[in-house]
């Protein structure tokens, strides 16, 4: 498995991560991860090279740092962990974000969360430090901690031994920069595929110049480029995939887009003998300022064939095939 530097931090981490928001399970996913296989999955993750694992405490309210915790038990040195904070419920601190299955969920880059949150990962993950330690979300009004005043709080706990390096999500150009205007920020997280591209015109080029690491998230849009949700797939409505403001390329008409977009790949498949969730992985890593795809997985054998991706080294004519027909499909309708 390749590896790239995650940002001048001077570790290297694999270029295919996995993430693991899918096994905290809950109605977002319409299902209830067997716990057992989901520490199988991490464990043969690092058995097939992959050393980075993103989680978060708000994946299934600490269920998925607890599984990360009791799979790399043993296995800890052969790990990189990645986990995040900035996602409060255990009172009302913070301000209010979403509700994620019938709960309140706020944003806080308060200290005095920070600090509760810091010692609440440590110990579902059984370890004494975090490799990555991600801000999930900006802080926003009317509880907008400054950014100085978390960084100030991130840096202590790096300071401490507790993380080794520090990292933001779902930011914009702007916050970035006002993070790195306080400390060094080694990676950013952000939503980024073939379908939708927004970080190409700020986010992608501002890294790629910094040698900030990117850690790029939905991909394979939630399964949906893989090929395999066909147009007789229905998604209970609650389920992430029928939410149309987050992920509007679900929806029937789209979907038979996306499908037949897909479909015109196949001699594609057969030159580069991979499959389409390979084919979509290996694009993603192709292009300028990406350093790390996070693939969520759900059995072995996805993450199987996930893993191999990594050994795909496309031809730019093909690339750019592939980005002219994204292209042309346009904007989900």
Request: contains cysteine.
């Amino acid at each position: 498995m390749k590896q790239l530097p995650l940002g001048k931090s001077g570790i290297n981490a694999s270029t295919i991560a996995l993430g693991t928001w899918v096994l905290g399970g809950g109605t977002t996913w319409g299902d209830n991860p067997d716990d057992a296989e989901s520490i199988r999955l991490i464990q043969t993750a690092l058995d097939l090279g992959i050393n980075l694992i993103d989680t978060a405490p708000a994946y299934g309210w600490g269920r998925s740092e607890t599984v990360v915790g009791k799979a790399l038990k043993g296995r800890r040195d052969q790990a990189l962990i990645a986990t995040k904070c900035g996602l409060w419920w255990e009172d009302k601190r913070g301000s209010f974000f979403a509700d994620f299955d019938g709960k309140p969920m706020n944003r806080s880059l308060r200290p005095d969360t920070l600090q509760i949150e810091i010692e609440n990962s440590l110990r579902r993950l059984g370890t004494d430090h975090i490799d990555l330690y991600q801000a999930h979300w900006p802080a926003m009004p009317p509880d907008k901690t400054p950014v100085e005043d978390s960084m100030a709080c991130l840096l202590k706990l790096r300071s401490e031994g507790k993380i080794r390096e520090i990292g933001v999500c779902n930011v914009s150009l702007d916050e970035l920069q006002e993070f790195r205007a306080c400390g060094t920020i080694v990676s950013d997280q952000f939503r980024y595929s073939m379908l939708c591209r927004d970080a190409e015109a700020d986010i992608l080029p501002f890294c790629a110049e910094n040698h900030v690491a990117t850690l790029t998230y939905m991909s394979l849009e939630q399964g949906l480029l893989t090929g395999k949700v066909g147009m007789d797939r229905v998604f209970r409505a609650d389920e992430f995939r029928s939410n149309d403001a987050w992920n509007p390329w679900f929806t029937p008409s789209n979907r038979s887009r996306v499908l037949t977009m897909l479909e015109n790949w196949q001699d594609l498949l057969v030159k580069y003998d991979c499959t389409l969730s390979q084919l979509v992985i290996a694009w993603t890593a192709a292009q300028p300022g990406v350093t790390h795809v996070l693939c969520g997985t759900r059995t072995l054998s996805q993450l199987a064939d996930n893993a191999k991706a990594d050994e795909l080294a496309l031809e730019a004519t093909d690339v750019q095939r592939m980005r002219a027909d994204a292209v042309v499909l346009g904007a989900p309708a």
